[in-house]
């Protein structure tokens, strides 16, 4: 068949929203796109979306809307060829590409907010602006319902940001970027060009809470960055991290300018990132991981590369795609980029991804940007549209591993900690210097793990506490109270000794001055001031001050937030097709 052929115009013969259709069967399957997915207790749910099936008529697939909320099951190991997915039955819940999900800290819900109606939706029918909240039940399935908050006054001045990012940090779904289009909202039907969402908008799930805050009008200007992850391990309430961030749709992204948002003081700083940097591209997926030695990795996978003006992108830059399918770890804190090293052969955008078992990323659907037309004829190379990746040893697989093992920082990343140490050379300023010297100890969940053997000497100028001179100082005060206090009570032992050596002449010519005399000797070794005290409670013991307790626990860490994943959104070049 011709490349022309398979170019057939959209037909609404080809298009199927029954909610009777639920899932196609694995050997029809074809594509999926424009989905959320999100991990929450043992089932990683995917929601929305579009999908494209067999069979292909007049060179273009059955292409429909996602209708159902579907599950897999993570407690047993399986392939992309056995494993079946749950559905679940949306009810009144919305259809929305593209839209945030914001899992909770109780692994039993997640809320879903943003996104935008498909374009093969029809007919227009846009849902208003609305939270939605998924309630499971253990066992792969559960429940929609619509979520009220309890401000509604600043709920409802929001809007529903299309193409946005998303991001869970302690308990906390944020919104940041995204625009407004003809199909965000009912209000919005009638708009001609996309209008860019300022602000970041945040939720707190545990107190019901909304807020928009404004944010640096250098973030303003800039689209929704490709890279989103939050670090549980640094700051004091943890960190945001970005990168990708573009002026215009049309440019590329720039990963070696990491943007850093900081939720304790609402402040925002940035850093430059080394080693190898991704070149530009959107449409990727990240996940974050703790590693060895308190470090976290960010791992981003897949995109394309930028349309041209008007949405055009040649045939050449189509092909360059293919190249894109490249994996690659930015460490923190020592910002610095690694790539994995496999040959390219499966690239996508559209698609999202998750960290599960361990130490492995599963990656969910994707659109082929080497398909030029855009028709999504030849099947998806990862089968029901499921590849496993190893974080650890950094290669693909179809198989997902329920028993594997823990997690460890990939070897290129520890060859370069044991060279180079564990900062970056240099610091853009002293604030982020210190962000990712302050750890984040107080968190629930948090481990004990032993000091970095590959950490370097706090550079000069460092705010860091030199725990060690710390430690000595109070081991060596306690032991020279221990040596006073034995002192003292050898001499006052020697003098009573002394004084029971009397001359008796005295005794019988002057008893009642022995008498005195003896009084008063007693009475003055049981003042309390002057008696030596060693377990009285009512003096706490030097060596556990709450100043100085558990100096060598300095820099304990927690794990790494895996709840929520960034995400991250290509804006839609062409309207309504994957």
Known sequence: ??????????????????????????????RRGYHSSVVVGNFVYIDSGEIRELPIIDGTPIGRVQNVTLSLDLRTSWTNHSVKFNSIDKNDAPNLNNQIIWPSTDNQTFFAFGGAQSYWENPIDIPDVSCWQFTANGEGGGSWSRFRPVDDSIFWGLVRPDS??????????????????????????????????PGMVSFNITTNRWANDTMPQYIENLNAPQVVASLTVFGADGLIVMAGFTSDRYDHPSYNNITIYDPSDKTWHSQTATGQVPNGRT???????????????IFLYGGQDIVGINGNISLTQYKENTALDEVYVLSLPAFAWFKADYPAQHPRILHSCHAVGNRQMISIGGHDPTDVYNNSVVADPFFQGLGIFDLTDMRWSDRYDADAEAY????????????????????????????????????????????????????????????????????????A??????????????????????????????????????????????????????????????????????????????????????????????????
């Open 283 to 297: 449409g990727a997926c990240t996940v974050s991981v703790k590693g060895d030695n308190n470090t976290v990795e």
């Open 164 to 197: 946005a990012s998303g991001v869970t940090l302690d308990n906390t779904g944020f919104i940041l970027g995204g625009h407004e289009d003809q199909k965000s909202s009912p209000e919005t039907v009638l708009l001609g060009d996309n209008i860019r969402v």
């Open 408 to 479: 460890e920082t990939p070897a290129v990343v520890k060859a370069w900690y044991a060279e180079n140490g564990t900062y970056p050379t240099q610091w853009s300023t002293p604030d982020v210097q210190r962000l990712f010297k302050q750890t984040n100890s107080t968190q629930g969940g948090s481990t004990s793990p032993s000091s970095p053997s590959t950490s370097s000497s706090p550079p000069k100028g460092s705010i860091s506490t030199n725990t060690g001179a710390i430690a000595g100082g109070v081991v060596g005060g306690i032991l």
């Open 1 to 30: 068949m011709s490349a022309l052929a398979k170019r057939a115009s959209y037909s609404r013969e080809t298009l199927h929203t029954d909610r009777a259709l639920n899932v196609p069967s694995p050997e029809d399957f074809l």
């Open 481 to 578: 109270l221990c040596i006073l206090a034995s002192l003292i009570l050898w001499w006052f032992r020697r003098r009573k000794r002394k004084s029971n050596t009397i001359d008796t002449t005295n005794v019988a010519s002057e008893p009642h001055a022995y008498k005195s005399e003896l009084r008063a000797k007693e009475e003055f070794e049981m003042q309390d001031e002057y008696r030596p005290y060693e377990m009285d409670g009512t003096h706490s013991k030097a060596e556990m001050a709450g100043a100085y307790s558990a100096a060598e626990l300095y820099g304990t860490q927690p794990q790494a937030d895996l709840g929520g994943q960034g995400q991250s959104r290509a804006e839609r070049t062409e309207p309504g097709r994957m």
